[in-house]
T-cell receptor, first 109, second 115 residues
């Protein structure tokens, strides 16, 4: 089975940096995804990590440590539009990603 | 390239009825997955179809079923609806397993309300 854990809610200030953590326990590992989902909208792909280390993509970066079963999503220079739910998902042996319950990020002025 | 299209966007049904939801994947994608999203449980995997065959299945009762057509369009059916089936049903397509990018692309979802 697979178990994915991430905080339920986080708040941060516009312009700041926030780190959303995700820990997982899976049988088999093919990769870890981060998705962003605004209220009432479809999840959109942010990043995909297969190997250990940091992947940077503009204001967003994602880190993976396979030995620790740990990932984080780092959001820099926060903007109001970054207020959304951030979903961590792990792809196991079947390639079907299992999603965590998501972290609701609230960015305030 | 058109994205993933789900129809209808909203649906209200009565307990005991059945419902069919439709999903058209991104052109060229043969893998279509269905998820149920509720505030309490998050995104839960229902099943995945690839080339008209169910390739993976989640832990949902037999009232939930699906199929995929030769053009990769997929439908899911829920019979004998229960109040707890009220949720956002999301469809995702990908080219995973075909040497393509692994990420899934989601449709806007169908919001099902059972009364």
């Amino acid at each position: 089975g697979q178990n994915i854990d991430q905080p339920t809610e986080m708040t941060a200030t516009e312009g700041a940096i926030v780190q959303i953590n995700c820990t997982y326990q899976t049988s088999g590992f093919n990769g870890l995804f981060w998705y962003q989902q605004h209220a009432g909208e479809a999840p959109t792909f942010l990043s995909y990590n297969v190997l250990d280390g940091l992947e940077e993509k503009g204001r967003f970066s994602s880190f993976l440590s396979r030995s620790k079963g740990y990932s984080y999503l780092l959001l820099k220079e926060l903007q109001m539009k970054d207020s959304a739910s951030y979903l961590c998902a792990v792809s196991g042996g079947s390639y079907i990603p299992t999603f965590g319950r998501g972290t609701s990020l609230i960015v305030h002025p | 390239k058109a994205g993933v299209t789900q129809t209808p966007r909203y649906l209200i049904k009565t307990r005991g009825q059945q419902v069919t939801l439709s999903c058209s994947p991104i052109s060229g994608h043969r893998s279509v997955s269905w998820y149920q999203q509720t505030p309490g449980q998050g995104l839960q995997f229902l099943f995945e179809y690839f080339s008209e065959t169910q390739r993976n299945k989640g832990n949902f009762p037999g009232r939930f079923s699906g199929r995929q057509f030769s053009n990769s369009r997929s439908e899911m059916n829920v019979s004998t609806l229960e109040l707890g089936d009220s949720a956002l049903y999301l469809c995702a397509s990908s080219s995973e397993g075909e040497g393509g990018s692994p990420e899934a692309f989601f449709g806007q979802g169908t919001r099902l309300t059972v009364v």
